[in-house]
Nanobody, 121 residues
Framework: QVQLVESGGGLVQAGGSLRLSCAAS????????MSWHRQAPGKQRELVAT???????IYGDSVKGRFTISRDNAKNTVALQMNSPQPEDTAVYYC???????????????WGQGTQVTVSS
């Protein structure tokens, strides 16, 4: 079984900064990609940023230039540095990992429990 544990959420003022972290643990053979998604009240979950093992980066349009995703492949961790957050960034942020639990298994998607980020104006 694979677990993802997020940390670092909370209340931040607009224009400030906040750093989210996520650690993957359990029966992990390999990780293809780790991502952050978010879901605001009444809205669908959306991609914030993805980073693959090879270093490919994908950002949602609304966070480009403000948020930075990084990953430590050796520690199976991923972080999201949120610079100059705005009230519209308020949401529950979820960590996601696409993993194999054995060398011969298929990749599966695993989700964390989510961490609340609230940006005050």
């Amino acid at each position: 079984q694979v677990q993802l544990v997020e940390s670092g959420g909370g209340l931040v003022q607009a224009g400030g900064s906040l750093r989210l972290s996520c650690a993957a643990s359990g029966s992990i053979s390999s990780i293809y990609a780790m991502s952050w998604h978010r879901q605001a009240p009444g809205k669908q979950r959306e991609l914030v940023a993805t980073i693959t093992t090879g270093g490919r980066l994908i950002y949602g349009d609304s966070v480009k230039g403000r948020f930075t995703i990084s990953r430590d492949n050796a520690k199976n961790t991923v972080a999201l540095q949120m610079n100059s957050p705005q009230p519209e960034d308020t949401a529950v942020y979820y960590c996601n990992a696409v993993v194999k639990v054995s060398p011969t298994s298929s990749y599966i998607a695993v989700w964390g429990q989510g961490t609340q980020v609230t940006v005050s104006s």
